[in-house]
Each structure stands twice: as C-alpha cells, then as structure tokens.
C-alpha cells in the first residue's frame, strides 16, 4: 500500500518530480507516482484520487505549472493533506503557479512548497508521517542532524581555503 501519491500533470514534470521521489525512496515511503492532468484527464484524475485514498494512501504531492489547477481539483476530490509543487514554465517562471497554488479558496486547503521545490515537498510529507511513526520520526531526526554536519564541513572547508 502507498502511503504518498504523487501526480503531475505532464511528464515533463518529472525531471522536477525526480527530486521527491528520490528523496521517498530514501526514507523507504511507499509511494505511487501518477500522470493525469486537471483539464485534460479530468474524471482519470479524480478516480485515481479517490482509489488512493479508498486504498489507504496518507498525502498526495501534486505538482503542475502555469494556471497550476491539478493541486486544487486533487484537494477538492479528498480529505487526505495534499502539498503543492508549482513549476516553473511559462512567461511568468512559476510566479502564476505558486499563486494559483496557495491561494486556494477556504475549506480547500492545499499546503505549498516553492517553485520547484519537489524535495521539500517529500519532506514535508516525511515529516507529516513521522507524526505517528517514532522509527520514521527519528530517521528526520538524524537526516536534519547529517545536514547540519555537512554544513559545518563544508564551512570548516571553506575557512581552510581562505587561510592559506
């Protein structure tokens, strides 16, 4: 069973994607990956909806550029917390995504990462899964510590280089 889903709106969009689902695979999330789109797929995307969470899924990553409308219509078809990824394309480079993204009417609500931030986006939904899972919760917790390690080397290394 999957515990994340996530879905964009053209396969162009995975090279972005890409980023999330290494990072689900590096935490041992189940997780599905789908293609299907708001306007053109719209009862495809729906149904798939509503079969991952009638088959247990926990959250769904939705990505999508421009008017960026798959976050919302995924949001309106379930319950389950769905976090948004705009992409950037487009003359305005994302900024029309992000908008259409996180100004989501009330009662939808649809959690929003930045511009092609699909990594955060898996965090994101790691960290809302570790709420009720120590195991996983302590691996977020040892992740968060290795970045700070590898800040901290990468600063060492740096202050070496200006010495000599």
């Given at each position: 069973m999957s515990q994340v889903g996530v879905i964009m709106g053209s396969d162009s969009d995975y090279k972005i994607m890409e980023d999330a689902i290494k990072l689900l695979r590096q935490f041992d999330i189940d997780f599905e990956v789908?293609?299907?789109s708001a306007h053109r797929t719209l009862e495809r995307t729906v149904d798939w909806v509503k079969?991952?969470?009638?088959?247990g899924g926990k959250l769904i990553i939705a990505a999508a550029g421009l008017?960026?409308?798959?976050?919302?219509?995924?949001?309106?078809?379930?319950?389950?917390?769905?976090?948004?990824?705009?992409?950037?394309s487009g003359a305005?480079?994302?900024?029309?995504?992000?908008y259409s993204i996180v100004q989501m009417p009330p009662g939808i609500p649809v959690a929003t990462v930045g511009i092609g931030a699909a990594r955060n986006?898996?965090?994101?939904?790691?960290?809302?899964?570790?709420?009720?899972?120590?195991?996983l919760s302590n691996r977020v917790k040892?992740?968060?510590?290795?970045?700070?390690?590898?800040?901290e080397a990468k600063d060492e290394a740096l202050q070496k280089r200006l010495s000599i």
């Open positions: 789908k293609i299907s079969n991952f969470e009638a088959q008017a960026a409308h798959l976050p919302g219509v995924v949001a309106g078809a379930t319950i389950l917390p769905v976090i948004g990824v705009p992409l950037s305005m480079e994302g900024i029309d995504a992000l986006a898996a965090l994101l939904s790691v960290q809302i899964l570790a709420i009720q899972d120590e195991v040892d992740y968060r510590a290795q970045m700070q390690k590898d800040i």
